[in-house]
């Protein structure tokens, strides 16, 4: 009976989904092959391994707003018709980038082809209960090689500079050509993961995704949280290379290039994620949220 009992009750939670599953089958279709590819590619590499986890949280938003394909109003014809011009151009996007291989319309096309379906099938309700599940799979998105490029450089040298100005100031015997770091007899290169930028990326996905969670009232608290996400994503990011710079210092290049070189990265992720909700605390006492409205019965 327990078992009939779950099964009806899985039944139940299910069956708001029902008449969008021709839908759900369309985007299974077109999306699978490509996150297939992903599993087996781009996130099995340190930069992009935010990326199955964006997409968990992405579908574990929309589930919790499931009940909006029930609920939602029938959709006007102005809506339908920006639905179906949103579509198509997802669509297109879609085409383009699986037939030539650009992974920035592919994978991004996404989020064009799920709006315009809801607008068409559900209206603007719809795209208002979903809207940062929606905005949140853009970090699913790899950056475009022109901003990687573009950025890279400029990060690492102020990364370097500023490592190499707090070590000095430490009492290291610690010297910088470019971007190479010279700490006692070891030489080590800033490389371009060492940048910070999938940081920065990695961490405002976390940053947003806590914002949203916390649904604080306060406009200039969450303004201002914010704003110091990519400037705690970088401070982040020197700490990181100045342990890597001591542990091989102090225990050789081995340390500083095996296994603690990886945890360097876990540990920057988890330094990032602590200042930003150290700031959170603090906004708190000087912006506290204001008591919501109760609901009326």
């Not at 930069?47 to 499931?66: E, S």
């Not at 100031?169 to 610690?174: K, M």
């Not at 401070?235 to 542990?247: E, F, K």
Request: charged share 10%.
């Amino acid at each position: 009976m327990t078992a009939i009992a779950q099964r009806a009750s899985m039944l139940d939670a299910l069956a708001p989904l029902k008449s969008w599953w021709p839908v759900v089958l369309g985007l299974l279709v077109l999306y699978v092959p490509t996150y297939w590819m992903l599993a087996h590619g781009m996130w099995n590499e340190d930069d992009h391994a935010h990326g199955p986890i964006v997409l968990v949280v992405a579908l574990y938003l929309i589930w919790q707003q499931r009940d909006v394909f029930t609920t939602a109003d029938k959709p006007t014809r102005l809506e339908a018709a920006i639905g179906w011009t949103v579509l198509v151009i997802g669509l297109l996007a879609y085409a383009l980038g699986r037939s030539q291989d650009i992974l920035l319309f592919e994978i991004g096309s996404q989020i064009p082809v799920i709006l315009g379906a809801l607008l068409i099938t559900l209206g603007m309700k719809s795209v208002r209960a979903l809207w940062f599940a929606l905005f949140f799979l853009l970090f699913i998105i790899p950056l475009p090689g022109f901003i990687v490029d573009a950025a890279t450089g400029p990060l690492k040298q102020y990364i370097s500079v500023i490592a190499e100005q707090i070590l000095y100031a430490a009492g290291y015997p610690i010297g910088r050509s470019g971007v190479t770091l010279t700490v006692g007899p070891y030489q080590l290169l800033v490389a371009d993961a060492c940048s910070g930028l999938h940081s920065m990326f990695s961490l405002s996905a976390m940053g947003l995704l806590y914002l949203y969670l916390m649904q604080h009232t306060s406009v200039a608290r969450n303004l201002i949280i914010m704003a110091a996400i990519l400037p705690i994503a970088f401070v982040a990011n020197i700490v990181r290379v100045m342990v890597l710079v001591l542990v091989t210092y102090h225990m050789g290049d081995e340390a500083g290039q095996g296994f603690l070189h990886g945890f360097a990265g876990i540990m920057l992720f988890i330094i990032g994620l602590l200042f930003l909700f150290a700031l959170d605390g603090i906004l708190g006492f000087i912006f506290p949220d204001r008591p919501r409205a109760k609901a009326q019965a």
